[in-house]
């Protein structure tokens, strides 16, 4: 089980309407000693589209090497012995949504991207990871209300840069 709780919402407008938490059941099966099988959902309540489902297989090449093909996230990852990781991946993200000032009669601002990826995961100390990724993305397109197509937007560069650990 995964939360995401956050305010999908205009900063202005910081209050409780914009405050939402979707989150995920995932199941997931080892098939062989190398294979395993994923099973689930992302449950959006409130969203125009209220679900995304997730499945896909993991097979493990070696003990650093692993492939996952899997939507909405594809990826070839390699994970060395010290916690240092790089990755390929490639990810479809068809549900992001955000709602407008309670004044805005559009309601909500939708869009969706793929991007690929390349990135790396660099071990801190014990604590703390350090992760540097590059992407592209494209099949880009935004949307106020979903009576009229979306437009497209053009595709781009992103450059991210994280910095997470454990509790």
Known sequence: LCLQPGLYGEASALDLGAFRMPFE???????????????????YPGYSRPFDPRFGVRYALSDTWSVDLQYPESRVLWRSLAGTEAYALIRNDPINEFWL???DPRKAYQFEESRAALGCVLPLGNLL???????????????????A???SVEEGVLLGVGLGGSL
Not at 129 to 147: I, Q
């Open 25 to 43: 059941v995932t199941g997931l099966q080892a098939l062989s000693p190398r294979l395993s099988g994923l099973l689930g959902v992302v449950i």
């Open 149 to 151: 197509p979306a437009r």
């Open 101 to 103: 000032d309670g004044d």
């Open 129 to 147: 990871r350090l992760r540097l990724e590059a992407a592209y993305l494209f099949n880009r397109s935004v949307d106020f209300a979903r009576e």
